[in-house]
């Protein structure tokens, strides 16, 4: 390992029925937060399970802080995992679930306290100290499973789907709250979801996984903006995604020829033009295309144009909310966008 790395993951795989996992090779710095991205039953859960010990791994396949831990039971890791369901104990208040790794720490009455005391201060959980956990909601039992995996100050902490079964407003609280926490405690984090705004929210770091793998890993702008395959750039949200051939730095589409920044590995693959990159200019200066607005569709935050470009292609185009009024279904767009923001990459089923 080195220096810098604090969870080093090499090659990880295991035969999970007719599902096989991996191999995974991974690697994260001490006090990072890594959100790994992917669609039901691409094997998320399973890999959280192996790294919390619940699995069996061969010898130097898992290293933590440069300690092979590939082989130690669960309760050796010191890895604190928070499923799904939070899994809480419905017998106990909410003070004795978090409190309940602390028994196994050796530690007077007062540090017991004094810890007890700040984790519910900083989940703001005290006003519930003593209630039963069954009378908690979504979001407290979420934070109650999150403060009773951190108590014990765990030197990696595995987030499956945290922010699962809440509503809209919940999953902003929350998502609040992990960054607090996350702040304040620099706990090595790894957090799964399906959910790419929530990519967008927590992770400084991010990965995509699909059949087993994890496909792409970087910041998460990287992987937006520049996807390695077609299932990445479509599971971010890719929109205007186009078959083409390349030579050089050109780029042929069935529509367009397209001048890009770099010259793609292969001759053949996918061109990416993301829809807030497209600008509509004046007809009398330099553009791209032109065509017809096919569909306005509001979202809020922004204003979705569909462009009809010609039989068989179509844009989309985001703009601000406040233009909206600019542009009525069958109006000519005359479109324009910098060659730099064209992405091409070459892997995926043509």
Not at 28 to 48: A, D, W
Request: hydrophobic letters at 40%; aromatic letters at 8%.
């Amino acid at each position: 390992m080195k220096k810098t790395e604090f969870l080093c993951i090499n090659g990880l795989k295991r035969k999970l029925g007719q599902f096989s996992l991996g191999p995974i090779s991974l690697t994260l710095k001490r006090g990072e937060y890594f959100v790994l991205l992917g669609p039901t039953g691409c094997g998320k859960t399973s890999f959280l399970s192996h790294l919390a010990g619940l699995y069996g791994t061969d010898r130097e396949v898992i290293f933590l802080d440069d300690k092979d831990i590939g082989r130690l039971p669960s309760n050796k890791r010191r890895i604190g995992y928070v499923m799904q369901t939070g899994n809480l104990f419905p017998h106990l208040s909410v003070k004795a679930n978090i409190a309940f790794g602390l028994k196994y720490l050796k530690m007077t009455r007062g540090e017991y306290s004094q810890r007890l005391k700040r984790f519910l201060d900083l989940f703001g959980l005290t006003a519930l100290a003593d209630r039963s956990c069954l009378t908690l909601s979504g979001g407290e039992t979420k934070k109650t499973a999150i403060a009773r995996s951190l108590i014990i100050e765990p030197r990696l902490l595995l987030l499956d789907e945290p922010l699962g079964m809440l509503d809209h407003n919940g999953r902003k609280e929350m998502l609040e709250v992990l960054k607090i926490i996350h702040h304040e405690l620099h706990t090595t984090t790894i957090h799964v979801t399906h959910d790419r705004h929530e990519t967008w929210m927590t992770g400084q770091s991010c990965g995509v996984m699909n059949q087993g793998k994890i496909i792409q890993t970087g910041s998460v702008s990287e992987l937006f903006r520049q996807p390695v395959d077609l299932f990445t750039a479509e599971f971010f949200g890719g929109m205007n995604i186009f078959p083409a051939s390349f030579q050089g730095k050109k780029a042929k589409l069935s529509w367009i020829d397209l001048d890009l920044a770099q010259s793609p590995e292969k001759k053949i693959g996918w061109v990416l033009i993301r829809p807030e990159n497209i600008r509509v200019v004046n007809p009398l200066h330099n553009h791209k295309i032109v065509g017809k607005i096919a569909g306005v569709r509001d979202f809020g935050e922004y204003i979705e144009i569909e462009v009809q470009i010609d039989e068989k292609n179509r844009l989309f185009l985001h703009t601000s909310v406040d233009s909206a009024h600019c542009f009525s279904i069958g109006n000519t767009l005359h479109l324009d966008w910098a060659r730099d923001s064209i992405h091409a990459f070459s892997q995926g089923k043509i």
